[in-house]
């Protein structure tokens, strides 16, 4: 498109006044020139925006529909100065970030660490399905997503994965629960009653490929798409489940619940996942760097 904002201004004040002779006065401005940047206007949209009534002008039904949008324009315009000042006088810095239905909420705050040490931050989450926040990210309205799988490969979406940790998934439970088998790890899951992550976590399909190949027949009696929900209820003793090691320590801190064995050769991945930007947020880029 050919035409700039101030075709559409000059065009929004002739709606808003009702004639060209009221609009150049409020303008103050000559009407010609009022009259050109409103015709260069509806050049460049290809079409009429206003028609002959009377002795005046109306809008038409293509005018009609570019003063709604202008309306909407000149609205976010006149917030803009007060946007700008309430930015200049605070101190933090935002930033926002998308969290993957199926991350852990224990292993978010692990990525997020290194920016939460910081003084002056002021962390915006948003936690929702991994292709709405992908969607999201790729419109700029996410600083950054966290994932427990990486970005698929899509060139309109301009986005890039980086790998931020892995981690060896093991077993865990309350102790009161654990006394219930006295058979080792990994046989005594085949007496003890079984938390699941539901299909949405990327590494449920390898904990069902590792119960086939150990012989066990689970006996499942949840399954949960929010992880922190899992873990409450395991901590109320209706079953193990598994977790990633690196969470061990929180999870004995704070849900008293306490490790039983590794799972061989099983890893969950946690990535972040950034638009291509030119400039990069700080934050996002000492997140990276973890």
């Known amino acids: ?32 020139t ?35 949008i202008a309306d909407q324009i000149f609205l ?9 000042r309430e930015a200049a006088s ?20 692990q990525l997020l660490a290194p920016i ?17 926040l992908l969607a999201d990210l790729a419109l700029h309205r996410l600083d950054i997503v966290l994932a427990d799988r990486p970005a698929p490969a899509n060139k309109n979406l301009h986005v890039y994965s980086e790998e931020l940790m892995k981690s060896a998934i093991a077993w865990f439970g309350p102790k009161k629960l654990l006394k219930q088998s006295k058979k080792p790890f990994p046989e005594c899951l085949n007496e003890l ?18 119960f086939s190949e150990n012989g066990i027949n689970p006996n499942i009696t949840g399954e949960f798409e929010d992880s922190a929900l899992l873990k409450t209820f395991a901590a109320s003793g209706l079953g193990v489940f598994p977790a990633g090691e690196s969470i061990r320590k929180d999870l004995q801190e704070t849900y008293h619940i306490e490790m039983i064995g590794k799972c061989e ?18 934050l996002v880029e000492a997140i990276i760097k973890r």
């Not at 009022?34 to 002959?52: D, N, R, T």
């Not at 050769?265 to 700080?282: D, G, M, T």
């Open 193 to 210: 009653p079984i938390l699941l992550p539901t299909s949405h976590s990327k590494v449920r399909h390898l904990i069902d490929q590792w």
């Open 116 to 132: 939460l040490e910081k003084d002056g931050v002021q962390l915006i989450a948003h936690e929702g399905e991994f292709e709405d």
């Open 34 to 68: 009022i009259s050109a940047q409103v015709h260069e206007l509806e050049k460049s949209l290809g079409y009429l925006l206003f028609k002959p009534a009377g002795r005046g002008i109306t809008l038409t039904e293509s005018g009609y529909a570019a003063l709604e």
């Open 265 to 282: 050769h099983i890893y969950e991945y946690f990535y972040a996942i950034r638009s291509e930007k030119k400039i990069q947020h700080p």
């Open 1 to 32: 498109m050919l035409y700039n904002y101030r075709h559409l201004y000059y065009f929004w004040v002739v709606a808003k006044e009702g004639s060209m002779s009221r609009a150049a006065e409020r303008l103050n401005i000559a009407i010609q």
């Open 76 to 84: 976010l315009g006149e917030q803009l100065p007060e946007a700008v």
């Open 90 to 109: 605070s101190r933090k810095i935002k930033i926002t970030v998308g969290v993957s239905d199926g991350l852990p909420k224990l292993v978010t705050r």
